[in-house]
């Protein structure tokens, strides 16, 4: 599973700084310790089942008990407050590296960066309803479907668009072994707080050392904890959300 490590930083880095020397040359100690230390973990011979069987279940539910009045109020809200589509497709990278489309509802107005430019706080290209639905995660949603028709799992390394796959394959030495498990909805980094833009480049090394950090020990026990840590920081922020408009 190891893969040769690059630092070509030539390739064009999008909005991410850079770190001083003598940081860089720490990551890349951190991550030379990590290649070393990587060894192929096979979970117990149940977990594959079991974990497609939480997937499918977990997935079913909340599209059954909840997306079905709640995905209508939605789609209306979206239609009400900008012209588009209501859901945005975007292809992204999954298991082994294979494109796949990766469903959300849209809360942007149409443009022509949606899928080179990520999106940063104060956006001026999200709408109003758009921000709410980002806050409270519930634009990511669809993506139960995802899981269902088998291109996700509920828990993994999220996946990221192909031109930031292409783009951080360059210089992040053994970004490539995060695909080697299907992407997810939720996983280590973002119950970490890495979630949202990516603005600094030890944070995104950060990431992919929790999305390699779960690879070494995944199991059904840290897939529980991982959703319920989730569940917990949704609710968390859904609070603060209607207190602060109190």
């Known amino acids: ?50 974990k497609r069987v939480m997937d499918v279940a977990i997935s079913a539910l909340f599209v059954i008990l909840v997306m079905s009045w709640l995905m209508p109020v939605i789609a209306l809200l979206i239609k009400l407050s900008s012209k588009g589509p209501v859901f945005f497709i975007q292809k992204r990278t999954g298991y082994m590296g294979v494109e796949f489309n990766c469903f959300k509802f849209r809360t942007m107005y149409l443009n022509d960066e949606a899928d080179i430019k990520q999106v940063s706080i104060n956006d001026k290209r999200i709408t109003a309803i758009g921000k709410f639905l980002r806050i409270t995660h519930l634009d990511e949603t669809p993506q139960f479907f995802n899981v269902i028709i088998g291109d996700m799992s509920v828990i993994g390394p999220r996946p990221h668009m192909l031109f930031h796959t292409r783009n951080y394959s360059e210089w992040i030495p053994y970004y490539n072994l995060r695909h080697e498990v299907k992407p997810g909805m939720t996983g280590m980094a973002q119950i970490k707080d890495y979630i949202g833009e990516i603005s600094v480049e030890r944070e995104l090394r950060k990431r992919i050392q929790w999305d390699i950090y779960y690879m070494k020990h995944r199991s059904i026990r840290l897939d529980i904890n991982i959703l319920l840590s989730t569940a917990g920081c949704i609710f968390m922020k859904a609070a603060q959300l209607i207190k602060g408009k109190k």
């Open 1 to 50: 599973m190891k893969e040769q490590a690059t630092l070509d930083i030539t390739l064009e880095r999008s909005s991410v700084q850079i770190l001083p020397q003598s940081d860089m040359a720490s990551i890349r100690y951190l991550f030379h310790e990590m290649n070393q230390q990587y060894l192929d973990h096979e979970p117990a011979t149940y977990y594959y089942t079991v």
